[in-house]
């Protein structure tokens, strides 16, 4: 009972703080170049409209949310491809209160910044992006790339504490315990409902070859 009286506060709390909006057109991963750079095969993809009004404002209200961007080369074959190269590129996002500014973490950076954009742009756009020195591929093979992105507008960590919190369980020692799969399932049903739910975005290129002068030829 005091789980399903959370979560009627959760709803009424978010319905509160988000307004209904019209669903978006349907993202996707829109490659912009492939081309060899001083040697590398290099990258550039964009998404439109990965960060929507509604992040920005969980954000503000103190939401975490995370972007896994997961991308692989593949040497081309028949029955089964092999992975030539993978790599992952994850984004942090959170509103730094004390800053007043929105936080962006990755691997090699910590950013601050006031400008919704720069978040939007840092999140939805890879830029020339090396993922392989040519030198190790093989000459004449067909490739593909695949990319896949993740978009968590409620990260892991965040969801846990929410997850803890409705179920009662707020302290350290109380998180070890083993959680009950049914309050997962109906807290996971409220964030996918709410629009707050992990979404994913796919894109398989067609094959290619890298030319004898450096250049791409993708195959029909």
Known sequence: MRYII???????????????????????????????????????YHIDGLISNNTIQGLERGLTSEVLHHIRLWKSKKLFSAISSEVFVSIKLYYD??????????????????????????CSRVNNFP???????????????????????????????????LSGNPNSEEKEKPKKSGQNKIFGVLLNAMGFGDKVLSYKSKDFIIQEDKTILFLE
């Open 6 to 44: 959370r979560c009627f506060y959760i709803i009424i709390l978010i319905l509160l703080f988000f307004l209904v909006t019209v669903q978006a057109a349907e993202k996707k991963i829109m490659v912009d170049s492939l081309t060899v750079n001083s040697n590398n095969l290099v990258l550039s």
């Open 97 to 122: 209160n004390w800053e007043d500014k929105f936080r962006i973490i990755t691997d090699t950076e910590n950013r601050l910044t006031t400008q919704v954009e720069t978040v939007r742009e840092f």
């Open 131 to 165: 993922l392989i020195d040519i030198s190790e591929l093989e000459p004449n093979n067909k490739y593909y790339i695949s990319i896949e992105t993740t978009f968590m507008p409620v990260s892991a960590e965040t969801y846990q504490d929410l997850s803890d919190w």
